[in-house]
């Protein structure tokens, strides 16, 4: 819900107290028992054992301006502003929505200047091919939880892939 209901009351006082990521892909100290720091503790617990439980929650997107085009991982290889790094320092609007960035005339339409030859050019060729095959559907945008077909998260799924890993390991 963290993801998917971003004005509800319950988001809006996890952002508050811990920053607008929730401080759950964060190497930080924790402090406090809460459910929210639990659930910080368990998804870091999970990530010990080969479970990234964020990898699990993937974003949908629809045609609305709600999806950051460098800060949202709506691409399934990871964040955009992670995979082109040089590209993200030449942008002039770095919260630009998918939306935004896909109807502009350009890509590189809000870059601070040209894009140069090397790595630069490189990085943008290999965003112009991501982005080329993306098609905006008409709804919202909407984080869908990978293991269920439904996309709606259960504790039974989550339960089967630790179980599933354990079993792994154990077998070795």
Not at 83 to 99: N, Q
Not at 145 to 150: A, D, G, I, M, N
Not at 160 to 166: I, N
Request: aromatic share 10%; net charge positive.
């Amino acid at each position: 819900r963290f993801y998917s209901q971003k004005s509800s009351l319950w988001t809006r006082v996890v952002k508050a107290i811990h920053g607008d990521d929730g401080k759950l892909d964060k190497d930080v100290i924790v402090r406090g028992q809460t459910c929210w720091t639990s659930i910080i503790k368990e998804a870091r617990s999970l990530k010990g054992t080969c479970i990234n439980v964020l990898d699990l929650i993937r974003l949908k997107l629809g045609n609305v301006d709600s999806s950051s085009f460098w800060e949202d991982k709506w691409y399934a290889d990871g964040v955009i502003k992670e995979l082109f790094p040089r590209l993200y320092a030449l942008e002039l609007h770095k919260h630009a929505t998918v939306r935004m960035k896909l109807k502009a005339p350009s890509l590189d339409n809000s870059f601070r200047r040209r894009v140069r030859s090397g790595a630069e050019e490189s990085q943008f060729y290999s965003l112009l091919e991501i982005v080329q095959v993306i098609n905006l559907v008409p709804c919202e945008d909407r984080y869908f939880w990978s293991l269920e077909s439904e996309g709606d998260y259960s504790v039974a799924s989550i339960r089967k892939l630790v179980d599933e890993k354990r079993f792994q390991v154990s077998r070795r």
